[in-house]
């Protein structure tokens, strides 16, 4: 049963992870989750634990390294729009 569910755990975390970037309109990003799941995913059915190792660590990082750099834009986004507020407050 482990050998069904854990393909489609695959299939689902990198197909959540392919749509948001799709959505958000970043498509060229959606190239390196999709390779990294699909090495996850040929090694796990292959058997090549070493394999799925690799695509899992590589995918995992890639979406925290994405999520960091989103965080710090939406920070400087924020410093920006307050500031912002800030001027057209002292104009009125």
């Known amino acids: 049963m482990a050998r069904t569910i854990g393909p489609i755990c695959v299939g689902l975390a990198v197909g959540s992870l ?3 970037y799709g959505l958000g309109g970043r498509w060229d ?3 390196i ?3 990294l799941g ?3 995913l040929f090694g796990y059915w292959r058997g090549w634990g070493w394999m799925a190792s690799v695509g899992l660590i590589g995918f995992v990082g890639f979406s ?3 999520e960091e750099a989103r965080m710090k834009a ?3 986004w924020l410093k920006w729009s307050q ?3 800030q ?3 002292q104009k009125i």
Do not use: T, V
């Open 18 to 20: 392919i749509i948001g």
């Open 29 to 31: 990003w959606m190239l």
């Open 33 to 35: 989750p999709g390779l």
């Open 38 to 40: 699909g090495l996850w």
């Open 64 to 66: 925290y390294l994405n």
């Open 74 to 76: 939406r920070e400087s």
């Open 83 to 85: 500031a912002a507020k």
């Open 87 to 89: 001027l057209m407050a």
